[in-house]
């Protein structure tokens, strides 16, 4: 299965700045999405990041907030603009080929 | 919109007791089904996952889950967990009408007393 190299691990972030978040995988896949966790909580989806076409978000989420960019089938990255505390989680990537499998997150912290 | 429902947000038992997780799911169509644990501090791990076949699946760390169609349920087992089994297990489900979307339920912790 596909291995995802997500960074930064974690990071402390005035409200107000924006964090982008990369997600790497070393093998081609069609389908990536971004999750995030907020503090004990399950998993919630964010978008799926289409190649060559604007994310497709769900529910709650809008690209102002979380613009992504997927420029090729490796690589995607998730920005998190105009933090807040809320904002407050952990991210992450998950890729789809023979399964779904996840990168190790981004611990993010909004003071 | 499928969704996934872990009835059990808080298990507490002793090493060597059985744990039975349960989960069921609101999609009527094909779907797949995820088991993943997270240990605390790390990141997600597949205990095992359902596509088709015997509907009993055996995972890793002698985990094992039943898909009961007729039931939607996707419960989870392991005849006698030990303490390295405290962590949050999380149900997921993928249908592949809905964009091969993974959805998860809200978990389950589990905290196994030495």
């Known amino acids: 299965s596909a291995v995802i190299s997500q960074k930064p691990s974690r990071d402390i972030c005035q409200r107000g700045t924006s964090l982008t978040i990369q997600c790497q995988v070393d093998s081609q896949v069609t389908m990536m999405f971004w999750y995030r966790q907020q503090p004990g909580q399950s998993l919630t989806l964010i978008a799926t990041a289409n190649q060559g076409s604007e994310a497709t978000y769900e529910s709650g989420f809008v690209i102002d907030k979380f613009p992504i960019s997927r420029p090729n089938l490796t690589f995607s990255t998730l920005t998190v603009s105009n933090m807040s505390p809320e904002d407050s989680s952990i991210y992450l990537c998950?890729?789809?080929?023979?399964?779904?499998?996840f990168g190790s997150g981004t611990r993010l912290t909004v003071v | 919109a499928q969704s996934v429902s872990q009835h059990n947000h808080h298990v507490i038992l002793s090493e060597a007791a059985s744990l039975e997780l349960g989960c069921n799911y609101s999609y009527g169509g094909t779907v797949n089904l995820f088991w993943y644990v997270q240990y605390p501090g790390q990141h997600l791990q597949l205990l095992l996952k359902?596509?088709?076949?015997?509907?009993l699946v055996k995972g890793i760390k002698g985990f094992e889950a039943e898909f009961i169609k007729s039931k939607f349920s996707f419960n989870l087992r392991k005849p006698s967990v030990q303490w390295s089994d405290t962590a949050e297990y999380f149900c997921?489900?993928?249908?592949?009408?809905?964009?091969?979307?993974?959805?998860f339920g809200g978990g389950t912790r589990v905290l196994v007393k030495p």
């Open positions: 997921a489900v993928n249908a592949e009408a809905a964009g091969n979307k993974l959805t």
């Open positions: 998950s890729v789809y080929d023979v399964g779904y499998t």
């Open positions: 359902y596509f088709s076949g015997d509907p």
